[in-house]
């Protein structure tokens, strides 16, 4: 047991080992495969690796980790993963259209991860706090998930694409990598983070001017009810071609 600061609510309580990225996420990526699934970044030289760490470390309370779990998380995941009642997936020729979706979700969801991960003292993100990320977007991020109301949206943009490959010894995995996440700035003026997960790639740009504005498949907006998620080729990401390439050549341990 472990007396503190519970990150979210702020007040003092009896934490909980915490997931930045949910823990169903980690089981799926582990579970019936004999080599690793997780992509670390900085301390296994971009490979992919075979691990037990979960990335969990104390940072909420029982109740708050709850209330993520029960508003955001088990949500997402089933609204994403074609699980959840009353959302219909829809398979088009080079997108696939969800229906009846609470994109507001979708996005303090992601939100979320992120927002843990920027107060996480895990190693695995550490590269985050030598960003220097101010405190106060910190905490606006806090707010936001903690009041269940969404960030100034003018200020960034979310984007969910699916995995897919045409690599034959890849097609049937479920391509459930985790990776951690990176960040770089955009050719359009956007600082781009993505994080890997569950088979979708999470996208949330900072927009470098307020009324800059992202548009096309995949782009989250909370007014509407249909999301269109483009299918995207895994090895066409620079995050996870590398890894992916070394594990074609070296073969499955």
Same mark, same amino acid.
């Given at each position: 047991?472990? @007396?503190? =600061?519970?990150?979210?609510?702020?007040?003092?309580?009896?934490?909980?080992?915490?997931?930045? %990225?949910?823990?169903?996420?980690? &089981?799926?990526?582990?579970?019936?495969?004999?080599?690793?699934?997780?992509?670390?970044?900085?301390?296994?030289?971009?490979? %992919? %690796?075979?691990?037990?760490?979960?990335? !969990?470390?104390?940072?909420?309370?029982? $109740?708050?980790?709850?209330?993520?779990? @029960?508003?955001?998380?088990?949500?997402?995941?089933?609204?994403?993963?074609?699980?959840?009642?009353?959302?219909?997936?829809?398979?088009?020729?080079?997108?696939?259209?969800?229906?009846? =979706?609470?994109?507001?979700?979708?996005?303090?969801? %992601?939100?979320?991860?992120?927002?843990? !991960?920027?107060?996480? /003292?895990?190693?695995?993100?550490? $590269?985050?706090? /030598?960003?220097?990320?101010?405190?106060? #977007? &910190?905490?606006?991020?806090?707010?936001? =998930?903690?009041?269940?109301?969404?960030?100034?949206?003018?200020?960034?943009?979310?984007?969910?694409?699916?995995? !897919?490959?045409? #690599? /034959?010894?890849?097609?049937?995995?479920?391509?459930?990598?985790?990776?951690?996440?990176?960040?770089?700035? /955009?050719?359009?003026?956007?600082?781009?983070?993505?994080?890997?997960?569950?088979?979708?790639?999470? $996208?949330?740009?900072?927009?470098?001017?307020?009324?800059?504005?992202?548009?096309?498949?995949?782009?989250?907006?909370?007014?509407?009810?249909?999301?269109? @998620?483009?299918?995207?080729?895994?090895?066409?990401?620079? $995050?996870?071609?590398?890894?992916?390439?070394?594990?074609?050549?070296?073969?499955?341990?």
């Amino acid at each position: 047991m472990k @007396i503190g =600061i519970c990150k979210l609510c702020k007040n003092q309580k009896e934490l909980r080992i915490s997931h930045v %990225v949910p823990r169903s996420v980690f &089981k799926r990526a582990l579970k019936g495969f004999n080599f690793g699934l997780i992509l670390d970044h900085k301390y296994n030289n971009n490979k %992919v %690796v075979n691990t037990q760490d979960q990335w !969990a470390t104390y940072l909420l309370c029982a $109740e708050c980790e709850h209330q993520l779990n @029960i508003r955001y998380e088990k949500y997402s995941l089933g609204a994403l993963r074609g699980e959840m009642r009353g959302v219909k997936h829809q398979e088009k020729s080079d997108y696939l259209q969800i229906v009846n =979706i609470d994109q507001k979700r979708l996005i303090l969801y %992601v939100i979320s991860i992120l927002w843990r !991960a920027l107060e996480s /003292d895990h190693r695995v993100f550490k $590269e985050l706090n /030598d960003l220097e990320i101010s405190e106060q #977007i &910190k905490e606006h991020l806090r707010l936001s =998930i903690y009041n269940n109301i969404l960030p100034r949206t003018q200020f960034f943009s979310v984007r969910i694409s699916k995995l !897919a490959t045409t #690599i /034959d010894e890849f097609k049937d995995l479920s391509l459930s990598f985790i990776t951690n996440f990176s960040f770089k700035a /955009d050719t359009r003026g956007f600082v781009r983070s993505l994080i890997i997960m569950d088979g979708h790639s999470f $996208e949330i740009f900072f927009h470098t001017t307020p009324n800059s504005r992202l548009t096309g498949l995949g782009i989250l907006k909370t007014n509407k009810k249909i999301l269109k @998620i483009p299918r995207i080729e895994a090895f066409s990401i620079p $995050e996870l071609n590398q890894s992916l390439m070394r594990m074609l050549g070296t073969g499955k341990k």
